[in-house]
């Protein structure tokens, strides 16, 4: 198993324990979705056109090479768009779902223990960390797309590096909130995380992989919140022992609430 997907996985527990809870993180998902998902449907409509407008110099070749340059493109047009979707509808939810997944967070940390962190929580961070993600999406699909005209393998690779930098990228944003109420600032979140840089990507990249799924950023999302939330709890505690001279216990997200 990918290390740190367990984290998702187990976020998913909230589905069966509180269900009205659950579909509330999804109200704000679901409008997104469906904004994007238009979008999506005018480029696929727009595909053979702007493949054509994209490589005018294959107009004149052989069916040989023309095809192959074509359908490479279009492949990587399609994912690229699937891509900066993904990301940019991550940005947009976390952005405009702030006060929804807020609750779900504070729901999380009563249902694991103990009172809920009272830190500072920026509405300037909210919105910062979006736009930044974003932008990592809109760069994440340029590569996808400029990889892709290289045939077979170009489209593969741009693909798996596009989700992979969006998934950690993506991980950073939703371990925000735990770890910005606990006192962490920018930098202490990003030197935390690189300490456990395997569990941080491999959450990151799972959810980022689940929200290709069509539907599935819908669904995960709110399950990534409570996962997300789990990870930073024992991220911090690691750190917490680490500093007072102890061995950090492995953790286990396969816990129940």
């Known amino acids: 198993m990918i290390p740190g997907s367990p984290y998702l996985f187990r976020g998913f527990v909230l589905w069966r324990t509180r269900p009205g809870l659950m579909l509330l993180g999804m109200v704000p998902a679901l409008l997104v979705a469906l904004v994007l998902v238009a979008a999506l449907v005018t480029l696929l409509l727009q595909l053979t056109d702007l493949v054509r407008w994209l490589t005018p110099f294959v107009e004149d070749s052989t069916d040989s090479v023309r095809v192959p340059?074509?359908?490479?493109?279009?492949?990587?047009?399609?994912?690229?768009?699937?891509?900066?979707?993904?990301?940019?509808?991550?940005?947009?939810?976390l952005a405009v779902g702030e006060p929804f997944y807020a609750k779900i967070w504070r729901e999380a940390e009563l249902m694991l223990g103990g009172s809920v962190?009272?830190?500072?929580?920026?509405?300037?961070?909210?919105?910062?960390?979006?736009?930044?993600?974003?932008?990592?999406?809109?760069?994440?699909?340029?590569?996808?797309v400029v990889a892709g005209t290289v045939p077979l393998f170009g489209t593969v690779i741009g693909g798996v590096l596009g989700i992979a930098v969006s998934g950690w990228m993506l991980a950073g944003?939703?371990?925000?909130?735990?770890?910005?109420?606990?006192?962490?600032?920018?930098?202490?979140?990003?030197?935390?995380?690189?300490?456990?840089?395997?569990?941080?990507?491999?959450?990151?990249?799972?959810?980022?992989?689940?929200?290709?799924?069509?539907?599935g950023a819908v669904v995960v999302m709110p399950a990534a919140v409570v996962g997300a939330t789990m990870l930073a709890r024992d991220l911090v505690a690691a750190r917490d022992l680490v500093a007072a001279g102890e061995s950090a216990p492995t953790a286990d997200p396969s816990e129940t609430f």
Do not use: C, H, N
């Open 69 to 93: 340059v074509q359908v490479s493109v279009a492949i990587a047009l399609v994912v690229g768009s699937l891509a900066l979707a993904a990301s940019t509808f991550v940005g947009l939810t």
């Open 117 to 144: 962190p009272d830190g500072d929580l920026s509405a300037w961070r909210a919105t910062r960390d979006a736009v930044v993600l974003m932008g990592v999406g809109v760069a994440a699909s340029v590569v996808v």
């Open 173 to 215: 944003d939703l371990l925000a909130r735990p770890l910005e109420a606990r006192g962490l600032d920018a930098a202490q979140r990003s030197e935390l995380a690189k300490g456990a840089r395997s569990e941080v990507f491999g959450f990151g990249v799972t959810a980022q992989a689940l929200f290709l799924v069509p539907l």
